[in-house]
């Protein structure tokens, strides 16, 4: 069984439907879509170890199956830049999920790579009742939620239905260079798109998949935060 399979397994025996960051990313990472580099703390000491390993500035995040939106709950802290300042961290992020859900169970805290700001893109997908599968494709924050700017395929998807898909949101100037904003990484983009095709389509358990935000650079992307709800 593969890295995946198992994963979804484990979850589907606990009766989780919902799979923690750490799981989501580590399916995408299998499924070749570029992740932060992570690791999963129990301790304040360990969150140390593995900032320092992994490189300042780190991101902490709460891991906990009862909290899906982690900013929500003070759960996010991003550019902790030395280890007093992660250990400090640890303990005010458990701190806020107890504060926002007494009787969450908790797994531990997420130490992350901190992906420097770049232009925000989100990529999802969910099984629409009368075409199966789809996938979304828009800009992060205001072009998605106010302005509603996004595109949709009936997957699976080919190279390209996925370059389509970019290029068809209103937004895509700004994706290829404007102004001040440089030129992303189309491709790499188009790359992701066909990967969370190619995973959605091999695993009818994945109700909904959020990759919100992917950064995208001039020569890469990099998802930063990942979603899996099982069905
Ligand atoms: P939520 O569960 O609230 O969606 P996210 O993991 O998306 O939590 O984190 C909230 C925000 O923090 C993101 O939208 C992004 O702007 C920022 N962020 C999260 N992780 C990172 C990271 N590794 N590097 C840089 N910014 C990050
Ligand atoms: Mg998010």
């Known amino acids: 069984m593969n890295k995946t399979d198992k994963i979804i397994t484990l979850a589907q025996k606990e009766g989780r439907k919902v799979l923690l960051e750490p799981e989501a990313k580590a399916i995408c990472s299998e499924y070749g879509i570029p992740v932060t580099k992570f690791q999963v703390a129990k301790t304040e000491k360990e969150a140390a170890e593995f900032a320092q390993a992994i490189g300042f500035p780190v991101v902490l995040k709460i891991v906990s199956a009862d909290i899906v939106h982690k900013?929500?709950?003070?759960?996010?802290m991003v550019n902790l830049k030395t280890k007093e300042e992660v250990q400090a961290g640890f303990n005010k992020i458990l701190q806020n999920a107890k504060k926002y859900k007494a009787?969450?169970?908790?797994?531990?805290?997420?130490?992350?790579?901190?992906?420097?700001?770049?232009?925000?893109?989100?990529?999802?997908?969910?099984?629409?009742?009368?075409?199966?599968?789809?996938?979304?494709?828009?800009?992060?924050?205001?072009?998605?939620?106010?302005?509603?700017?996004?595109?949709?395929?009936?997957?699976?998807?080919?190279?390209?239905?996925?370059?389509?898909?970019?290029?068809?949101?209103?937004?895509?100037?700004?994706?290829?260079?404007?102004?001040?904003?440089?030129?992303?990484?189309?491709?790499?983009?188009?790359?992701?798109?066909?990967?969370?095709?190619?995973?959605?389509?091999?695993?009818?358990?994945?109700?909904e998949l959020d990759l919100n935000p992917v950064l995208a650079y001039p020569h890469s992307v990099k998802t930063v935060d990942a979603r899996i709800i099982l069905e």
Request: net charge negative; with cysteine; charged share 20%.
């Open 71 to 76: 900013s929500d709950a003070g759960g996010v």
């Open 103 to 207: 009787n969450a169970k908790i797994v531990g805290v997420l130490v992350q790579e901190m992906a420097p700001s770049s232009t925000e893109v989100i990529v999802g997908s969910v099984k629409d009742p009368q075409f199966g599968p789809t996938i979304m494709f828009g800009l992060g924050g205001i072009f998605v939620e106010l302005l509603k700017d996004v595109t949709f395929r009936v997957l699976p998807i080919d190279e390209q239905e996925a370059a389509e898909m970019i290029v068809g949101v209103k937004a895509f100037p700004l994706l290829n260079g404007y102004r001040n904003v440089p030129a992303v990484d189309v491709k790499a983009i188009v790359n992701t798109l066909l990967c969370v095709s190619k995973l959605v389509m091999d695993h009818p358990e994945i109700k």
